[in-house]
């Protein structure tokens, strides 16, 4: 089932990315990846929303922010508290 939610979230983000109707130009997708993360791992998005915030009260850059979040997600990911994990979901996240 974990693998189905990981496509089927990883399948949204590339068409909110490259959307067919509008010749393929997009958004970042970032909104999207955050649904997505939800509903992978609910309890890490709070903290990394946190990083979210503050990286954006500090820098006023939003890409900033939202790639911050994203490591933020990796990393919280491997701590014993946001257990159990998946190994694909640390690359994943990783790769976000």
Known sequence: MFY???????????????PVFAQFRGGKGVATILG???????????????VFLAVLGTTRYVSLSSMSAGVAFAFLQLLPTFRPVNSLQIWFGLVL
């Open 36 to 50: 997505m993360m939800l509903a992978i791992a609910p309890a890490t998005v709070g903290v990394a929303l946190l």
């Open 4 to 18: 189905f939610r990981l496509a089927c979230g990883v399948l949204a983000v590339v068409g909110h990315i490259y």
